[in-house]
């Protein structure tokens, strides 16, 4: 039996930290902060923009990803809960492929994904594809993804 993986904060001051959609006070970035008190939330000010919404890295140059991980925000709020999700990898940011997909319980424990076989790549994102309240915004605590050195 192997050790459970273990995923620290993912940060490095030279990789960009996007999403689709994001509410002033919880910017993309807030899901890499290495805090399980804040968190990236998509819009919902003024309206919301509907399903699916993505979170994504974009690296400096192409990694071999291994494995992710989603923490749902920790706030006792369960708006945003990613439980239908896929892992979408590319190297240009316009064309990109699902390398995992499936669907998450919906409470707020850690999830975490191996991916069957590791892929390069230099742009990584996180798409809710159904939120745990059939809502149309969805929100991270984390997002971290496994390197393979």
């Not at 975490?112 to 994102?125: C, Y």
Request: charged share 25%; aromatic share 14%; hydrophobic share 30%.
């Amino acid at each position: 039996v192997s050790a459970p993986v273990e995923f620290v904060p993912l940060r490095d001051s030279r990789w960009k930290y996007f999403a689709d959609s994001f509410e002033p006070g919880n910017e993309p970035a807030k899901a890499f902060d290495g805090k399980g008190g804040t968190f990236w939330h998509t819009a919902y000010s003024g309206g919301t923009p509907p399903q699916p919404h993505y979170l994504g890295i974009e690296f400096e140059e192409p990694l071999t990803i291994d494995g992710f991980s989603y923490l749902p925000r920790q706030d006792n709020s369960t708006n945003g809960t990613i439980t239908r999700y896929a892992l979408e990898v590319s190297d240009d940011n316009r064309n990109y492929r699902t390398v995992a997909q499936g669907e998450w319980p919906f409470d707020n424990t850690r999830k975490t994904v191996k991916l069957d076989a590791p892929v390069n790549a230099r742009f990584i994102r996180l798409k809710s594809l159904q939120e745990g309240n059939h809502n149309d915004f969805t929100s991270a605590a984390t997002f971290n993804v496994m390197i393979k050195k």
